[in-house]
T-cell receptor
Framework: NAGVTQTPKFQVLKTGQSMTLQCAQD?????MYWYRQDPGMGLRLIYY???????DKGEVPNGYNVSRLNKREFSLRLESAAPSQTSVYFC???????????????FGDGTRLSIL | DAKTTQPPSMDCAEGRAANLPCNHS???????VYWYRQIHSQGPQYIIH???NNETNEMASLIITEDRKSSTLILPHATLRDTAVYYC????????????FGAGTTVTVRA
């Protein structure tokens, strides 16, 4: 029962490099989310996908792109990494369809990204 | 979404109940109260949520006041593994609802 799986768990990049963070869920959830968490702060929403085929910006989308590859997978891409993007990235999913729109989000264990 | 206010930190003795307060005085009728926690270096973990009735599950109980302006999360028998940051979040429900995490309450359970 994997839930939400994020890969990689750790990554170090140089400024200007590109990278894709992967997220997959096996709960048949329709909505998926990407957050970042900086030291001592709460989570901030980067992008979300309410359903397969749709994506929308969150609070802090600049410098990122996303792809909802299929119902299971939602990837986050950094095209040209900057030191300000050093953070812990969390992916989440939820089922807003079969059990109602108030269902909670379920999170992965994060990707710790350092950009030098 | 309504804003929430939580104490920045609190201590609790192992084996005792931990009562975590949250104020959400501007909550509106279609907004739920959600509680999550984040244990160090892990992803946030969903605990419980409710609209207006008290709720209980295997992890905790949620008590919402009648006017819905505040709530209390109760961990009935705190253990050292319950040491975490606890987030109270109020969010209206919709197909694309988003969670806004504040600073939360850092709960330290002491032996």
């Amino acid at each position: 029962n994997a839930g939400v799986t994020q890969t990689p768990k750790f990554q170090v990049l140089k400024t200007g490099q590109s990278m894709t963070l992967q997220c997959a869920q096996d709960m048949n959830h329709n909505s998926m989310y990407w957050y970042r968490q900086d030291p001592g702060m709460g989570l901030r929403l980067i992008y979300y996908s309410a359903s397969e085929g749709t994506t929308d910006k969150g609070e802090v989308p600049n410098g990122y792109n996303v792809s909802r590859l299929n119902k299971r997978e939602f990837s986050l891409r950094l095209e040209s990494a900057a030191p300000s993007q050093t953070s812990v990235y969390f992916c989440a999913s939820r089922d807003a369809v079969s059990r109602g729109p108030h269902q909670p989000q379920h999170f992965g264990d994060g990707t710790r990204l350092s950009i030098l | 979404d309504a804003k929430t206010t939580q104490p920045p930190s609190m201590d609790c003795a192992e084996g005792r109940a931990a009562n975590l307060p949250c104020n959400h005085s501007t909550i509106s009728g279609n907004e739920y109260v959600y509680w999550y926690r984040q244990i160090h270096s892990q992803g946030p973990q969903y605990i419980i949520h409710g609209l207006k009735n008290n709720e209980t599950n295997e992890m905790a109980s949620l008590i919402i006041t009648e006017d819905r302006k505040s709530s209390t999360l109760i961990l009935p028998h705190a253990t050292l593994r319950d040491t975490a940051v606890y987030y109270c979040i109020v969010s209206r429900y919709s197909n694309d609802y988003k969670l806004s995490f504040g600073a939360g309450t850092t709960v330290t359970v002491r032996a």
